[in-house]
């Protein structure tokens, strides 16, 4: 069940005491996990940069679609920027879904994917009326150009409040942000106009306000200064360098 778009993975509140898993960490992994389950060890072909963690996390080798945990063996498991790349994405998602209670996922929109495209990705998302849905690339009759991709990926976010918060506020415009419990909702290539159509047709008004959804001029300027405390708490931490960070895998 879609329980809401928290703005990021570092701001999801976690109780102490819960035991987390994250699948696909990369070269960020999340601090509050006590467990990491990453496919490709020594690979970097996948991710930014090397394979990091904190001192505190297991390091488990495993691939998403095959976790080697036991039914509902941890609370909580965080998924970002994995799922777009999964052979079998229902599979993926039903893993996730067995060996945790509830979680979070987070991966590229279509609208991210059209305006900043990788070829490792096999799948575009949207979230619709909660459900989480998924078209495969491949079968869209359009390309997926990416002339800009550098303006959207690594321009704007260091250079541009406003779209930083855009992407705060807008969770389904560059990244779709989906929390979950007991489950998820989700569609794969889904022949139902409702939700095919916003893959293989234009856009109308009425869909484009069901993915963003129209707010009082009051609630937008309440929602934009969250969004602008969340990432002003986020850069101070950066610039002040609180907290611990993590370490090569390699170093360990």
Not at 3 to 14: E, N, Q, R
Not at 52 to 81: M, N, S, W
């Amino acid at each position: 069940m879609y329980i809401g778009s928290p703005y990021s993975k570092d701001t999801l509140s976690l109780k102490r005491g819960l035991r987390v898993l994250e699948v696909g960490p990369g070269s960020n992994p999340t601090r509050r996990a006590d467990v990491l389950a990453e496919k490709f060890i020594s690979d970097n072909k996948h991710r930014r940069g090397n394979l990091r963690v904190y001192p505190h996390q297991t390091l488990i080798e495993a691939d998403g679609e095959h976790l080697p945990f036991a039914d509902k063996e941890f609370d909580y498991v965080i998924c970002c920027h994995v799922l777009e790349h999964a052979e079998d994405p229902a599979h993926f998602i039903s893993e996730l879904c067995r060996v945790a209670k509830a979680g979070y996922l987070e991966t590229p929109s279509l609208i991210g994917e059209l305006l900043a495209p990788k070829d490792s990705h096999k799948w575009v998302l949207l979230n619709i009326k909660g459900k989480l849905v998924l078209w495969e690339k491949s079968q869209l009759g359009y390309t997926f150009g990416g002339l800009q991709e550098n303006l959207f990926l690594n321009y704007l976010p260091y250079h541009s409040l406003p779209y930083r918060l855009l992407n705060l506020t807008r969770p389904n415009f560059m990244n779709v942000r989906y929390e979950w419990r007991d489950g998820v909702d989700f569609l794969v290539n889904p022949s139902e106009p409702e939700y095919k159509s916003y893959f293989t047709d234009k856009w109308s008004m009425e869909m484009s306000g069901e993915i963003f959804p129209g707010v009082s001029g009051s609630k937008e300027f309440m929602n934009t200064l969250k969004a602008l405390s969340v990432f002003t708490v986020e850069k101070l931490k950066r610039s002040l360098n609180i907290g611990s960070k993590p370490v090569d895998y390699c170093d360990l």
